[in-house]
């Protein structure tokens, strides 16, 4: 095989596998069979902000809430959505003080309280940090269903696999859908206000 027909192969497979897990976020959060209903997606929580204040579920009332689940040492992702999920809030204008966003750790273990906020000063000031212990964190992960996977890398290092869905929560706290990210800052703030 030519190197030009061995990438044009990986290419189409990479798209390929890139469709199916896309369809596949779609139909199980669609409610296809077997999917859980959105009223299962979320529940009950207790964790910490990067202030080390106490924040359970009940908080997240009265305000809709974009919620990420990701880590600190996160190469790319991560930051990436943070910076889209703040370039929304600045979209927001005023209206973001009716609204929240939340960045769940999937890695307890090094994101304390102060990393996330040492962290988190690279955007918006809206976006507030969790954490909690190991067991506190893998409850919020499966009440999420949130898949998140320690892969080592070498000397004694690691890295973190996980799921990378935003999640749209109405003012009662309960999920409405993924929230799409991969638009203008304004027609993604525009969703937003619809739950305000």
């Known amino acids: 095989m030519s190197p030009r ?34 009223s299962a997606i979320g529940g009950p929580f207790q964790l910490i902000d990067q202030d080390g204040r106490a ?29 889209e999920v703040s370039e929304v809030m ?3 204008g005023r209206d973001a003080e009716r609204a929240g966003a939340l960045f769940i750790t999937v890695d307890p273990e090094r994101d304390t309280p102060e990393k996330l906020k040492d962290y988190l000063s690279s955007f918006d000031p809206r976006v507030r940090g969790l954490t909690g212990s190991n067991e506190k964190i893998e409850a919020v992960e499966k009440a ?22 935003v999640y749209l929560l109405d003012k009662q706290g309960r999920f409405v859908a993924p929230f799409s990210l991969k638009r203008k800052p304004g027609e993604a703030a525009a969703e937003i206000r619809k739950y305000l």
């Open 5 to 38: 027909a061995a990438r044009l192969v990986l290419v189409v497979t990479a798209f390929l596998s890139g469709l199916v897990l896309f369809l596949g976020v779609i139909y199980f959060m669609g409610g296809g069979p077997g999917a859980p209903p959105a």
């Open 55 to 83: 924040v359970t579920e009940r908080d997240l009332q009265g305000k809709p809430y974009l919620v990420f689940f990701g880590f600190t040492h996160c190469p790319d992702i991560c930051p990436t959505t943070l910076f």
């Open 90 to 92: 600045r979209a927001l």
């Open 144 to 165: 999420y269903r949130v898949y998140a996977k320690k892969i080592p890398t070498g000397s004694g290092e690691y890295t973190m696999d996980h799921t990378a869905l």
